[in-house]
């Protein structure tokens, strides 16, 4: 199973984010992620065990925060919009540590670069000549979720109370 743990937002987040994302497109061109699959990703296992999975995740608790989404940028290298915090936010950064080390201890190996916060809206994107201004919305994070990957298409399996 490819298993990745993320942030999931509420429908209405996800609604206009994937609006904003098709106003990029139309000066960017590219492939503008399904608002279903809108997500920020926390850990990407691989082809990992479920069980196992679940079991690093079960001890990982902090207090509930909002999710600010107040910067958009562009990725030359790997040709993505994506948006984000401007400012990672302690207890974002403090999950993801958390999430991060129990991991570790049940074996999985992680990326080793930085942990950076955003949420791929556009894929294969030339340069922008102008981004929109962002839309205003919220982003209550009171879990985070175990999701499988499958031809393209997710599916939460486990959800993790905060």
Known sequence: MRLFFALWPPRETAR?????ALAIQQGAGGRVAKEDNIHLTLAF???ADLGKASAAAEPVRCNRFDLPIDTAKYWKHNRIVWVG???????????????HD????????????PFAAHVTLVR???LPGRIPPLPRIQWPVDE??????????YEVLERYPL
């Open 16 to 20: 206009a984010l994937a609006e904003w």
């Open 45 to 47: 296992l691989g082809d």
């Open 85 to 99: 915090p401007a400012v990672l936010p302690a207890a974002l950064s403090g999950m993801v540590e958390k999430l």
């Open 102 to 113: 129990s991991l570790k201890e049940k074996g999985f190996v992680l990326e080793e670069r």
């Open 124 to 126: 294969r994107a030339a």
């Open 144 to 153: 985070f979720v175990l999701v499988e990957s499958r031809n393209g298409r």
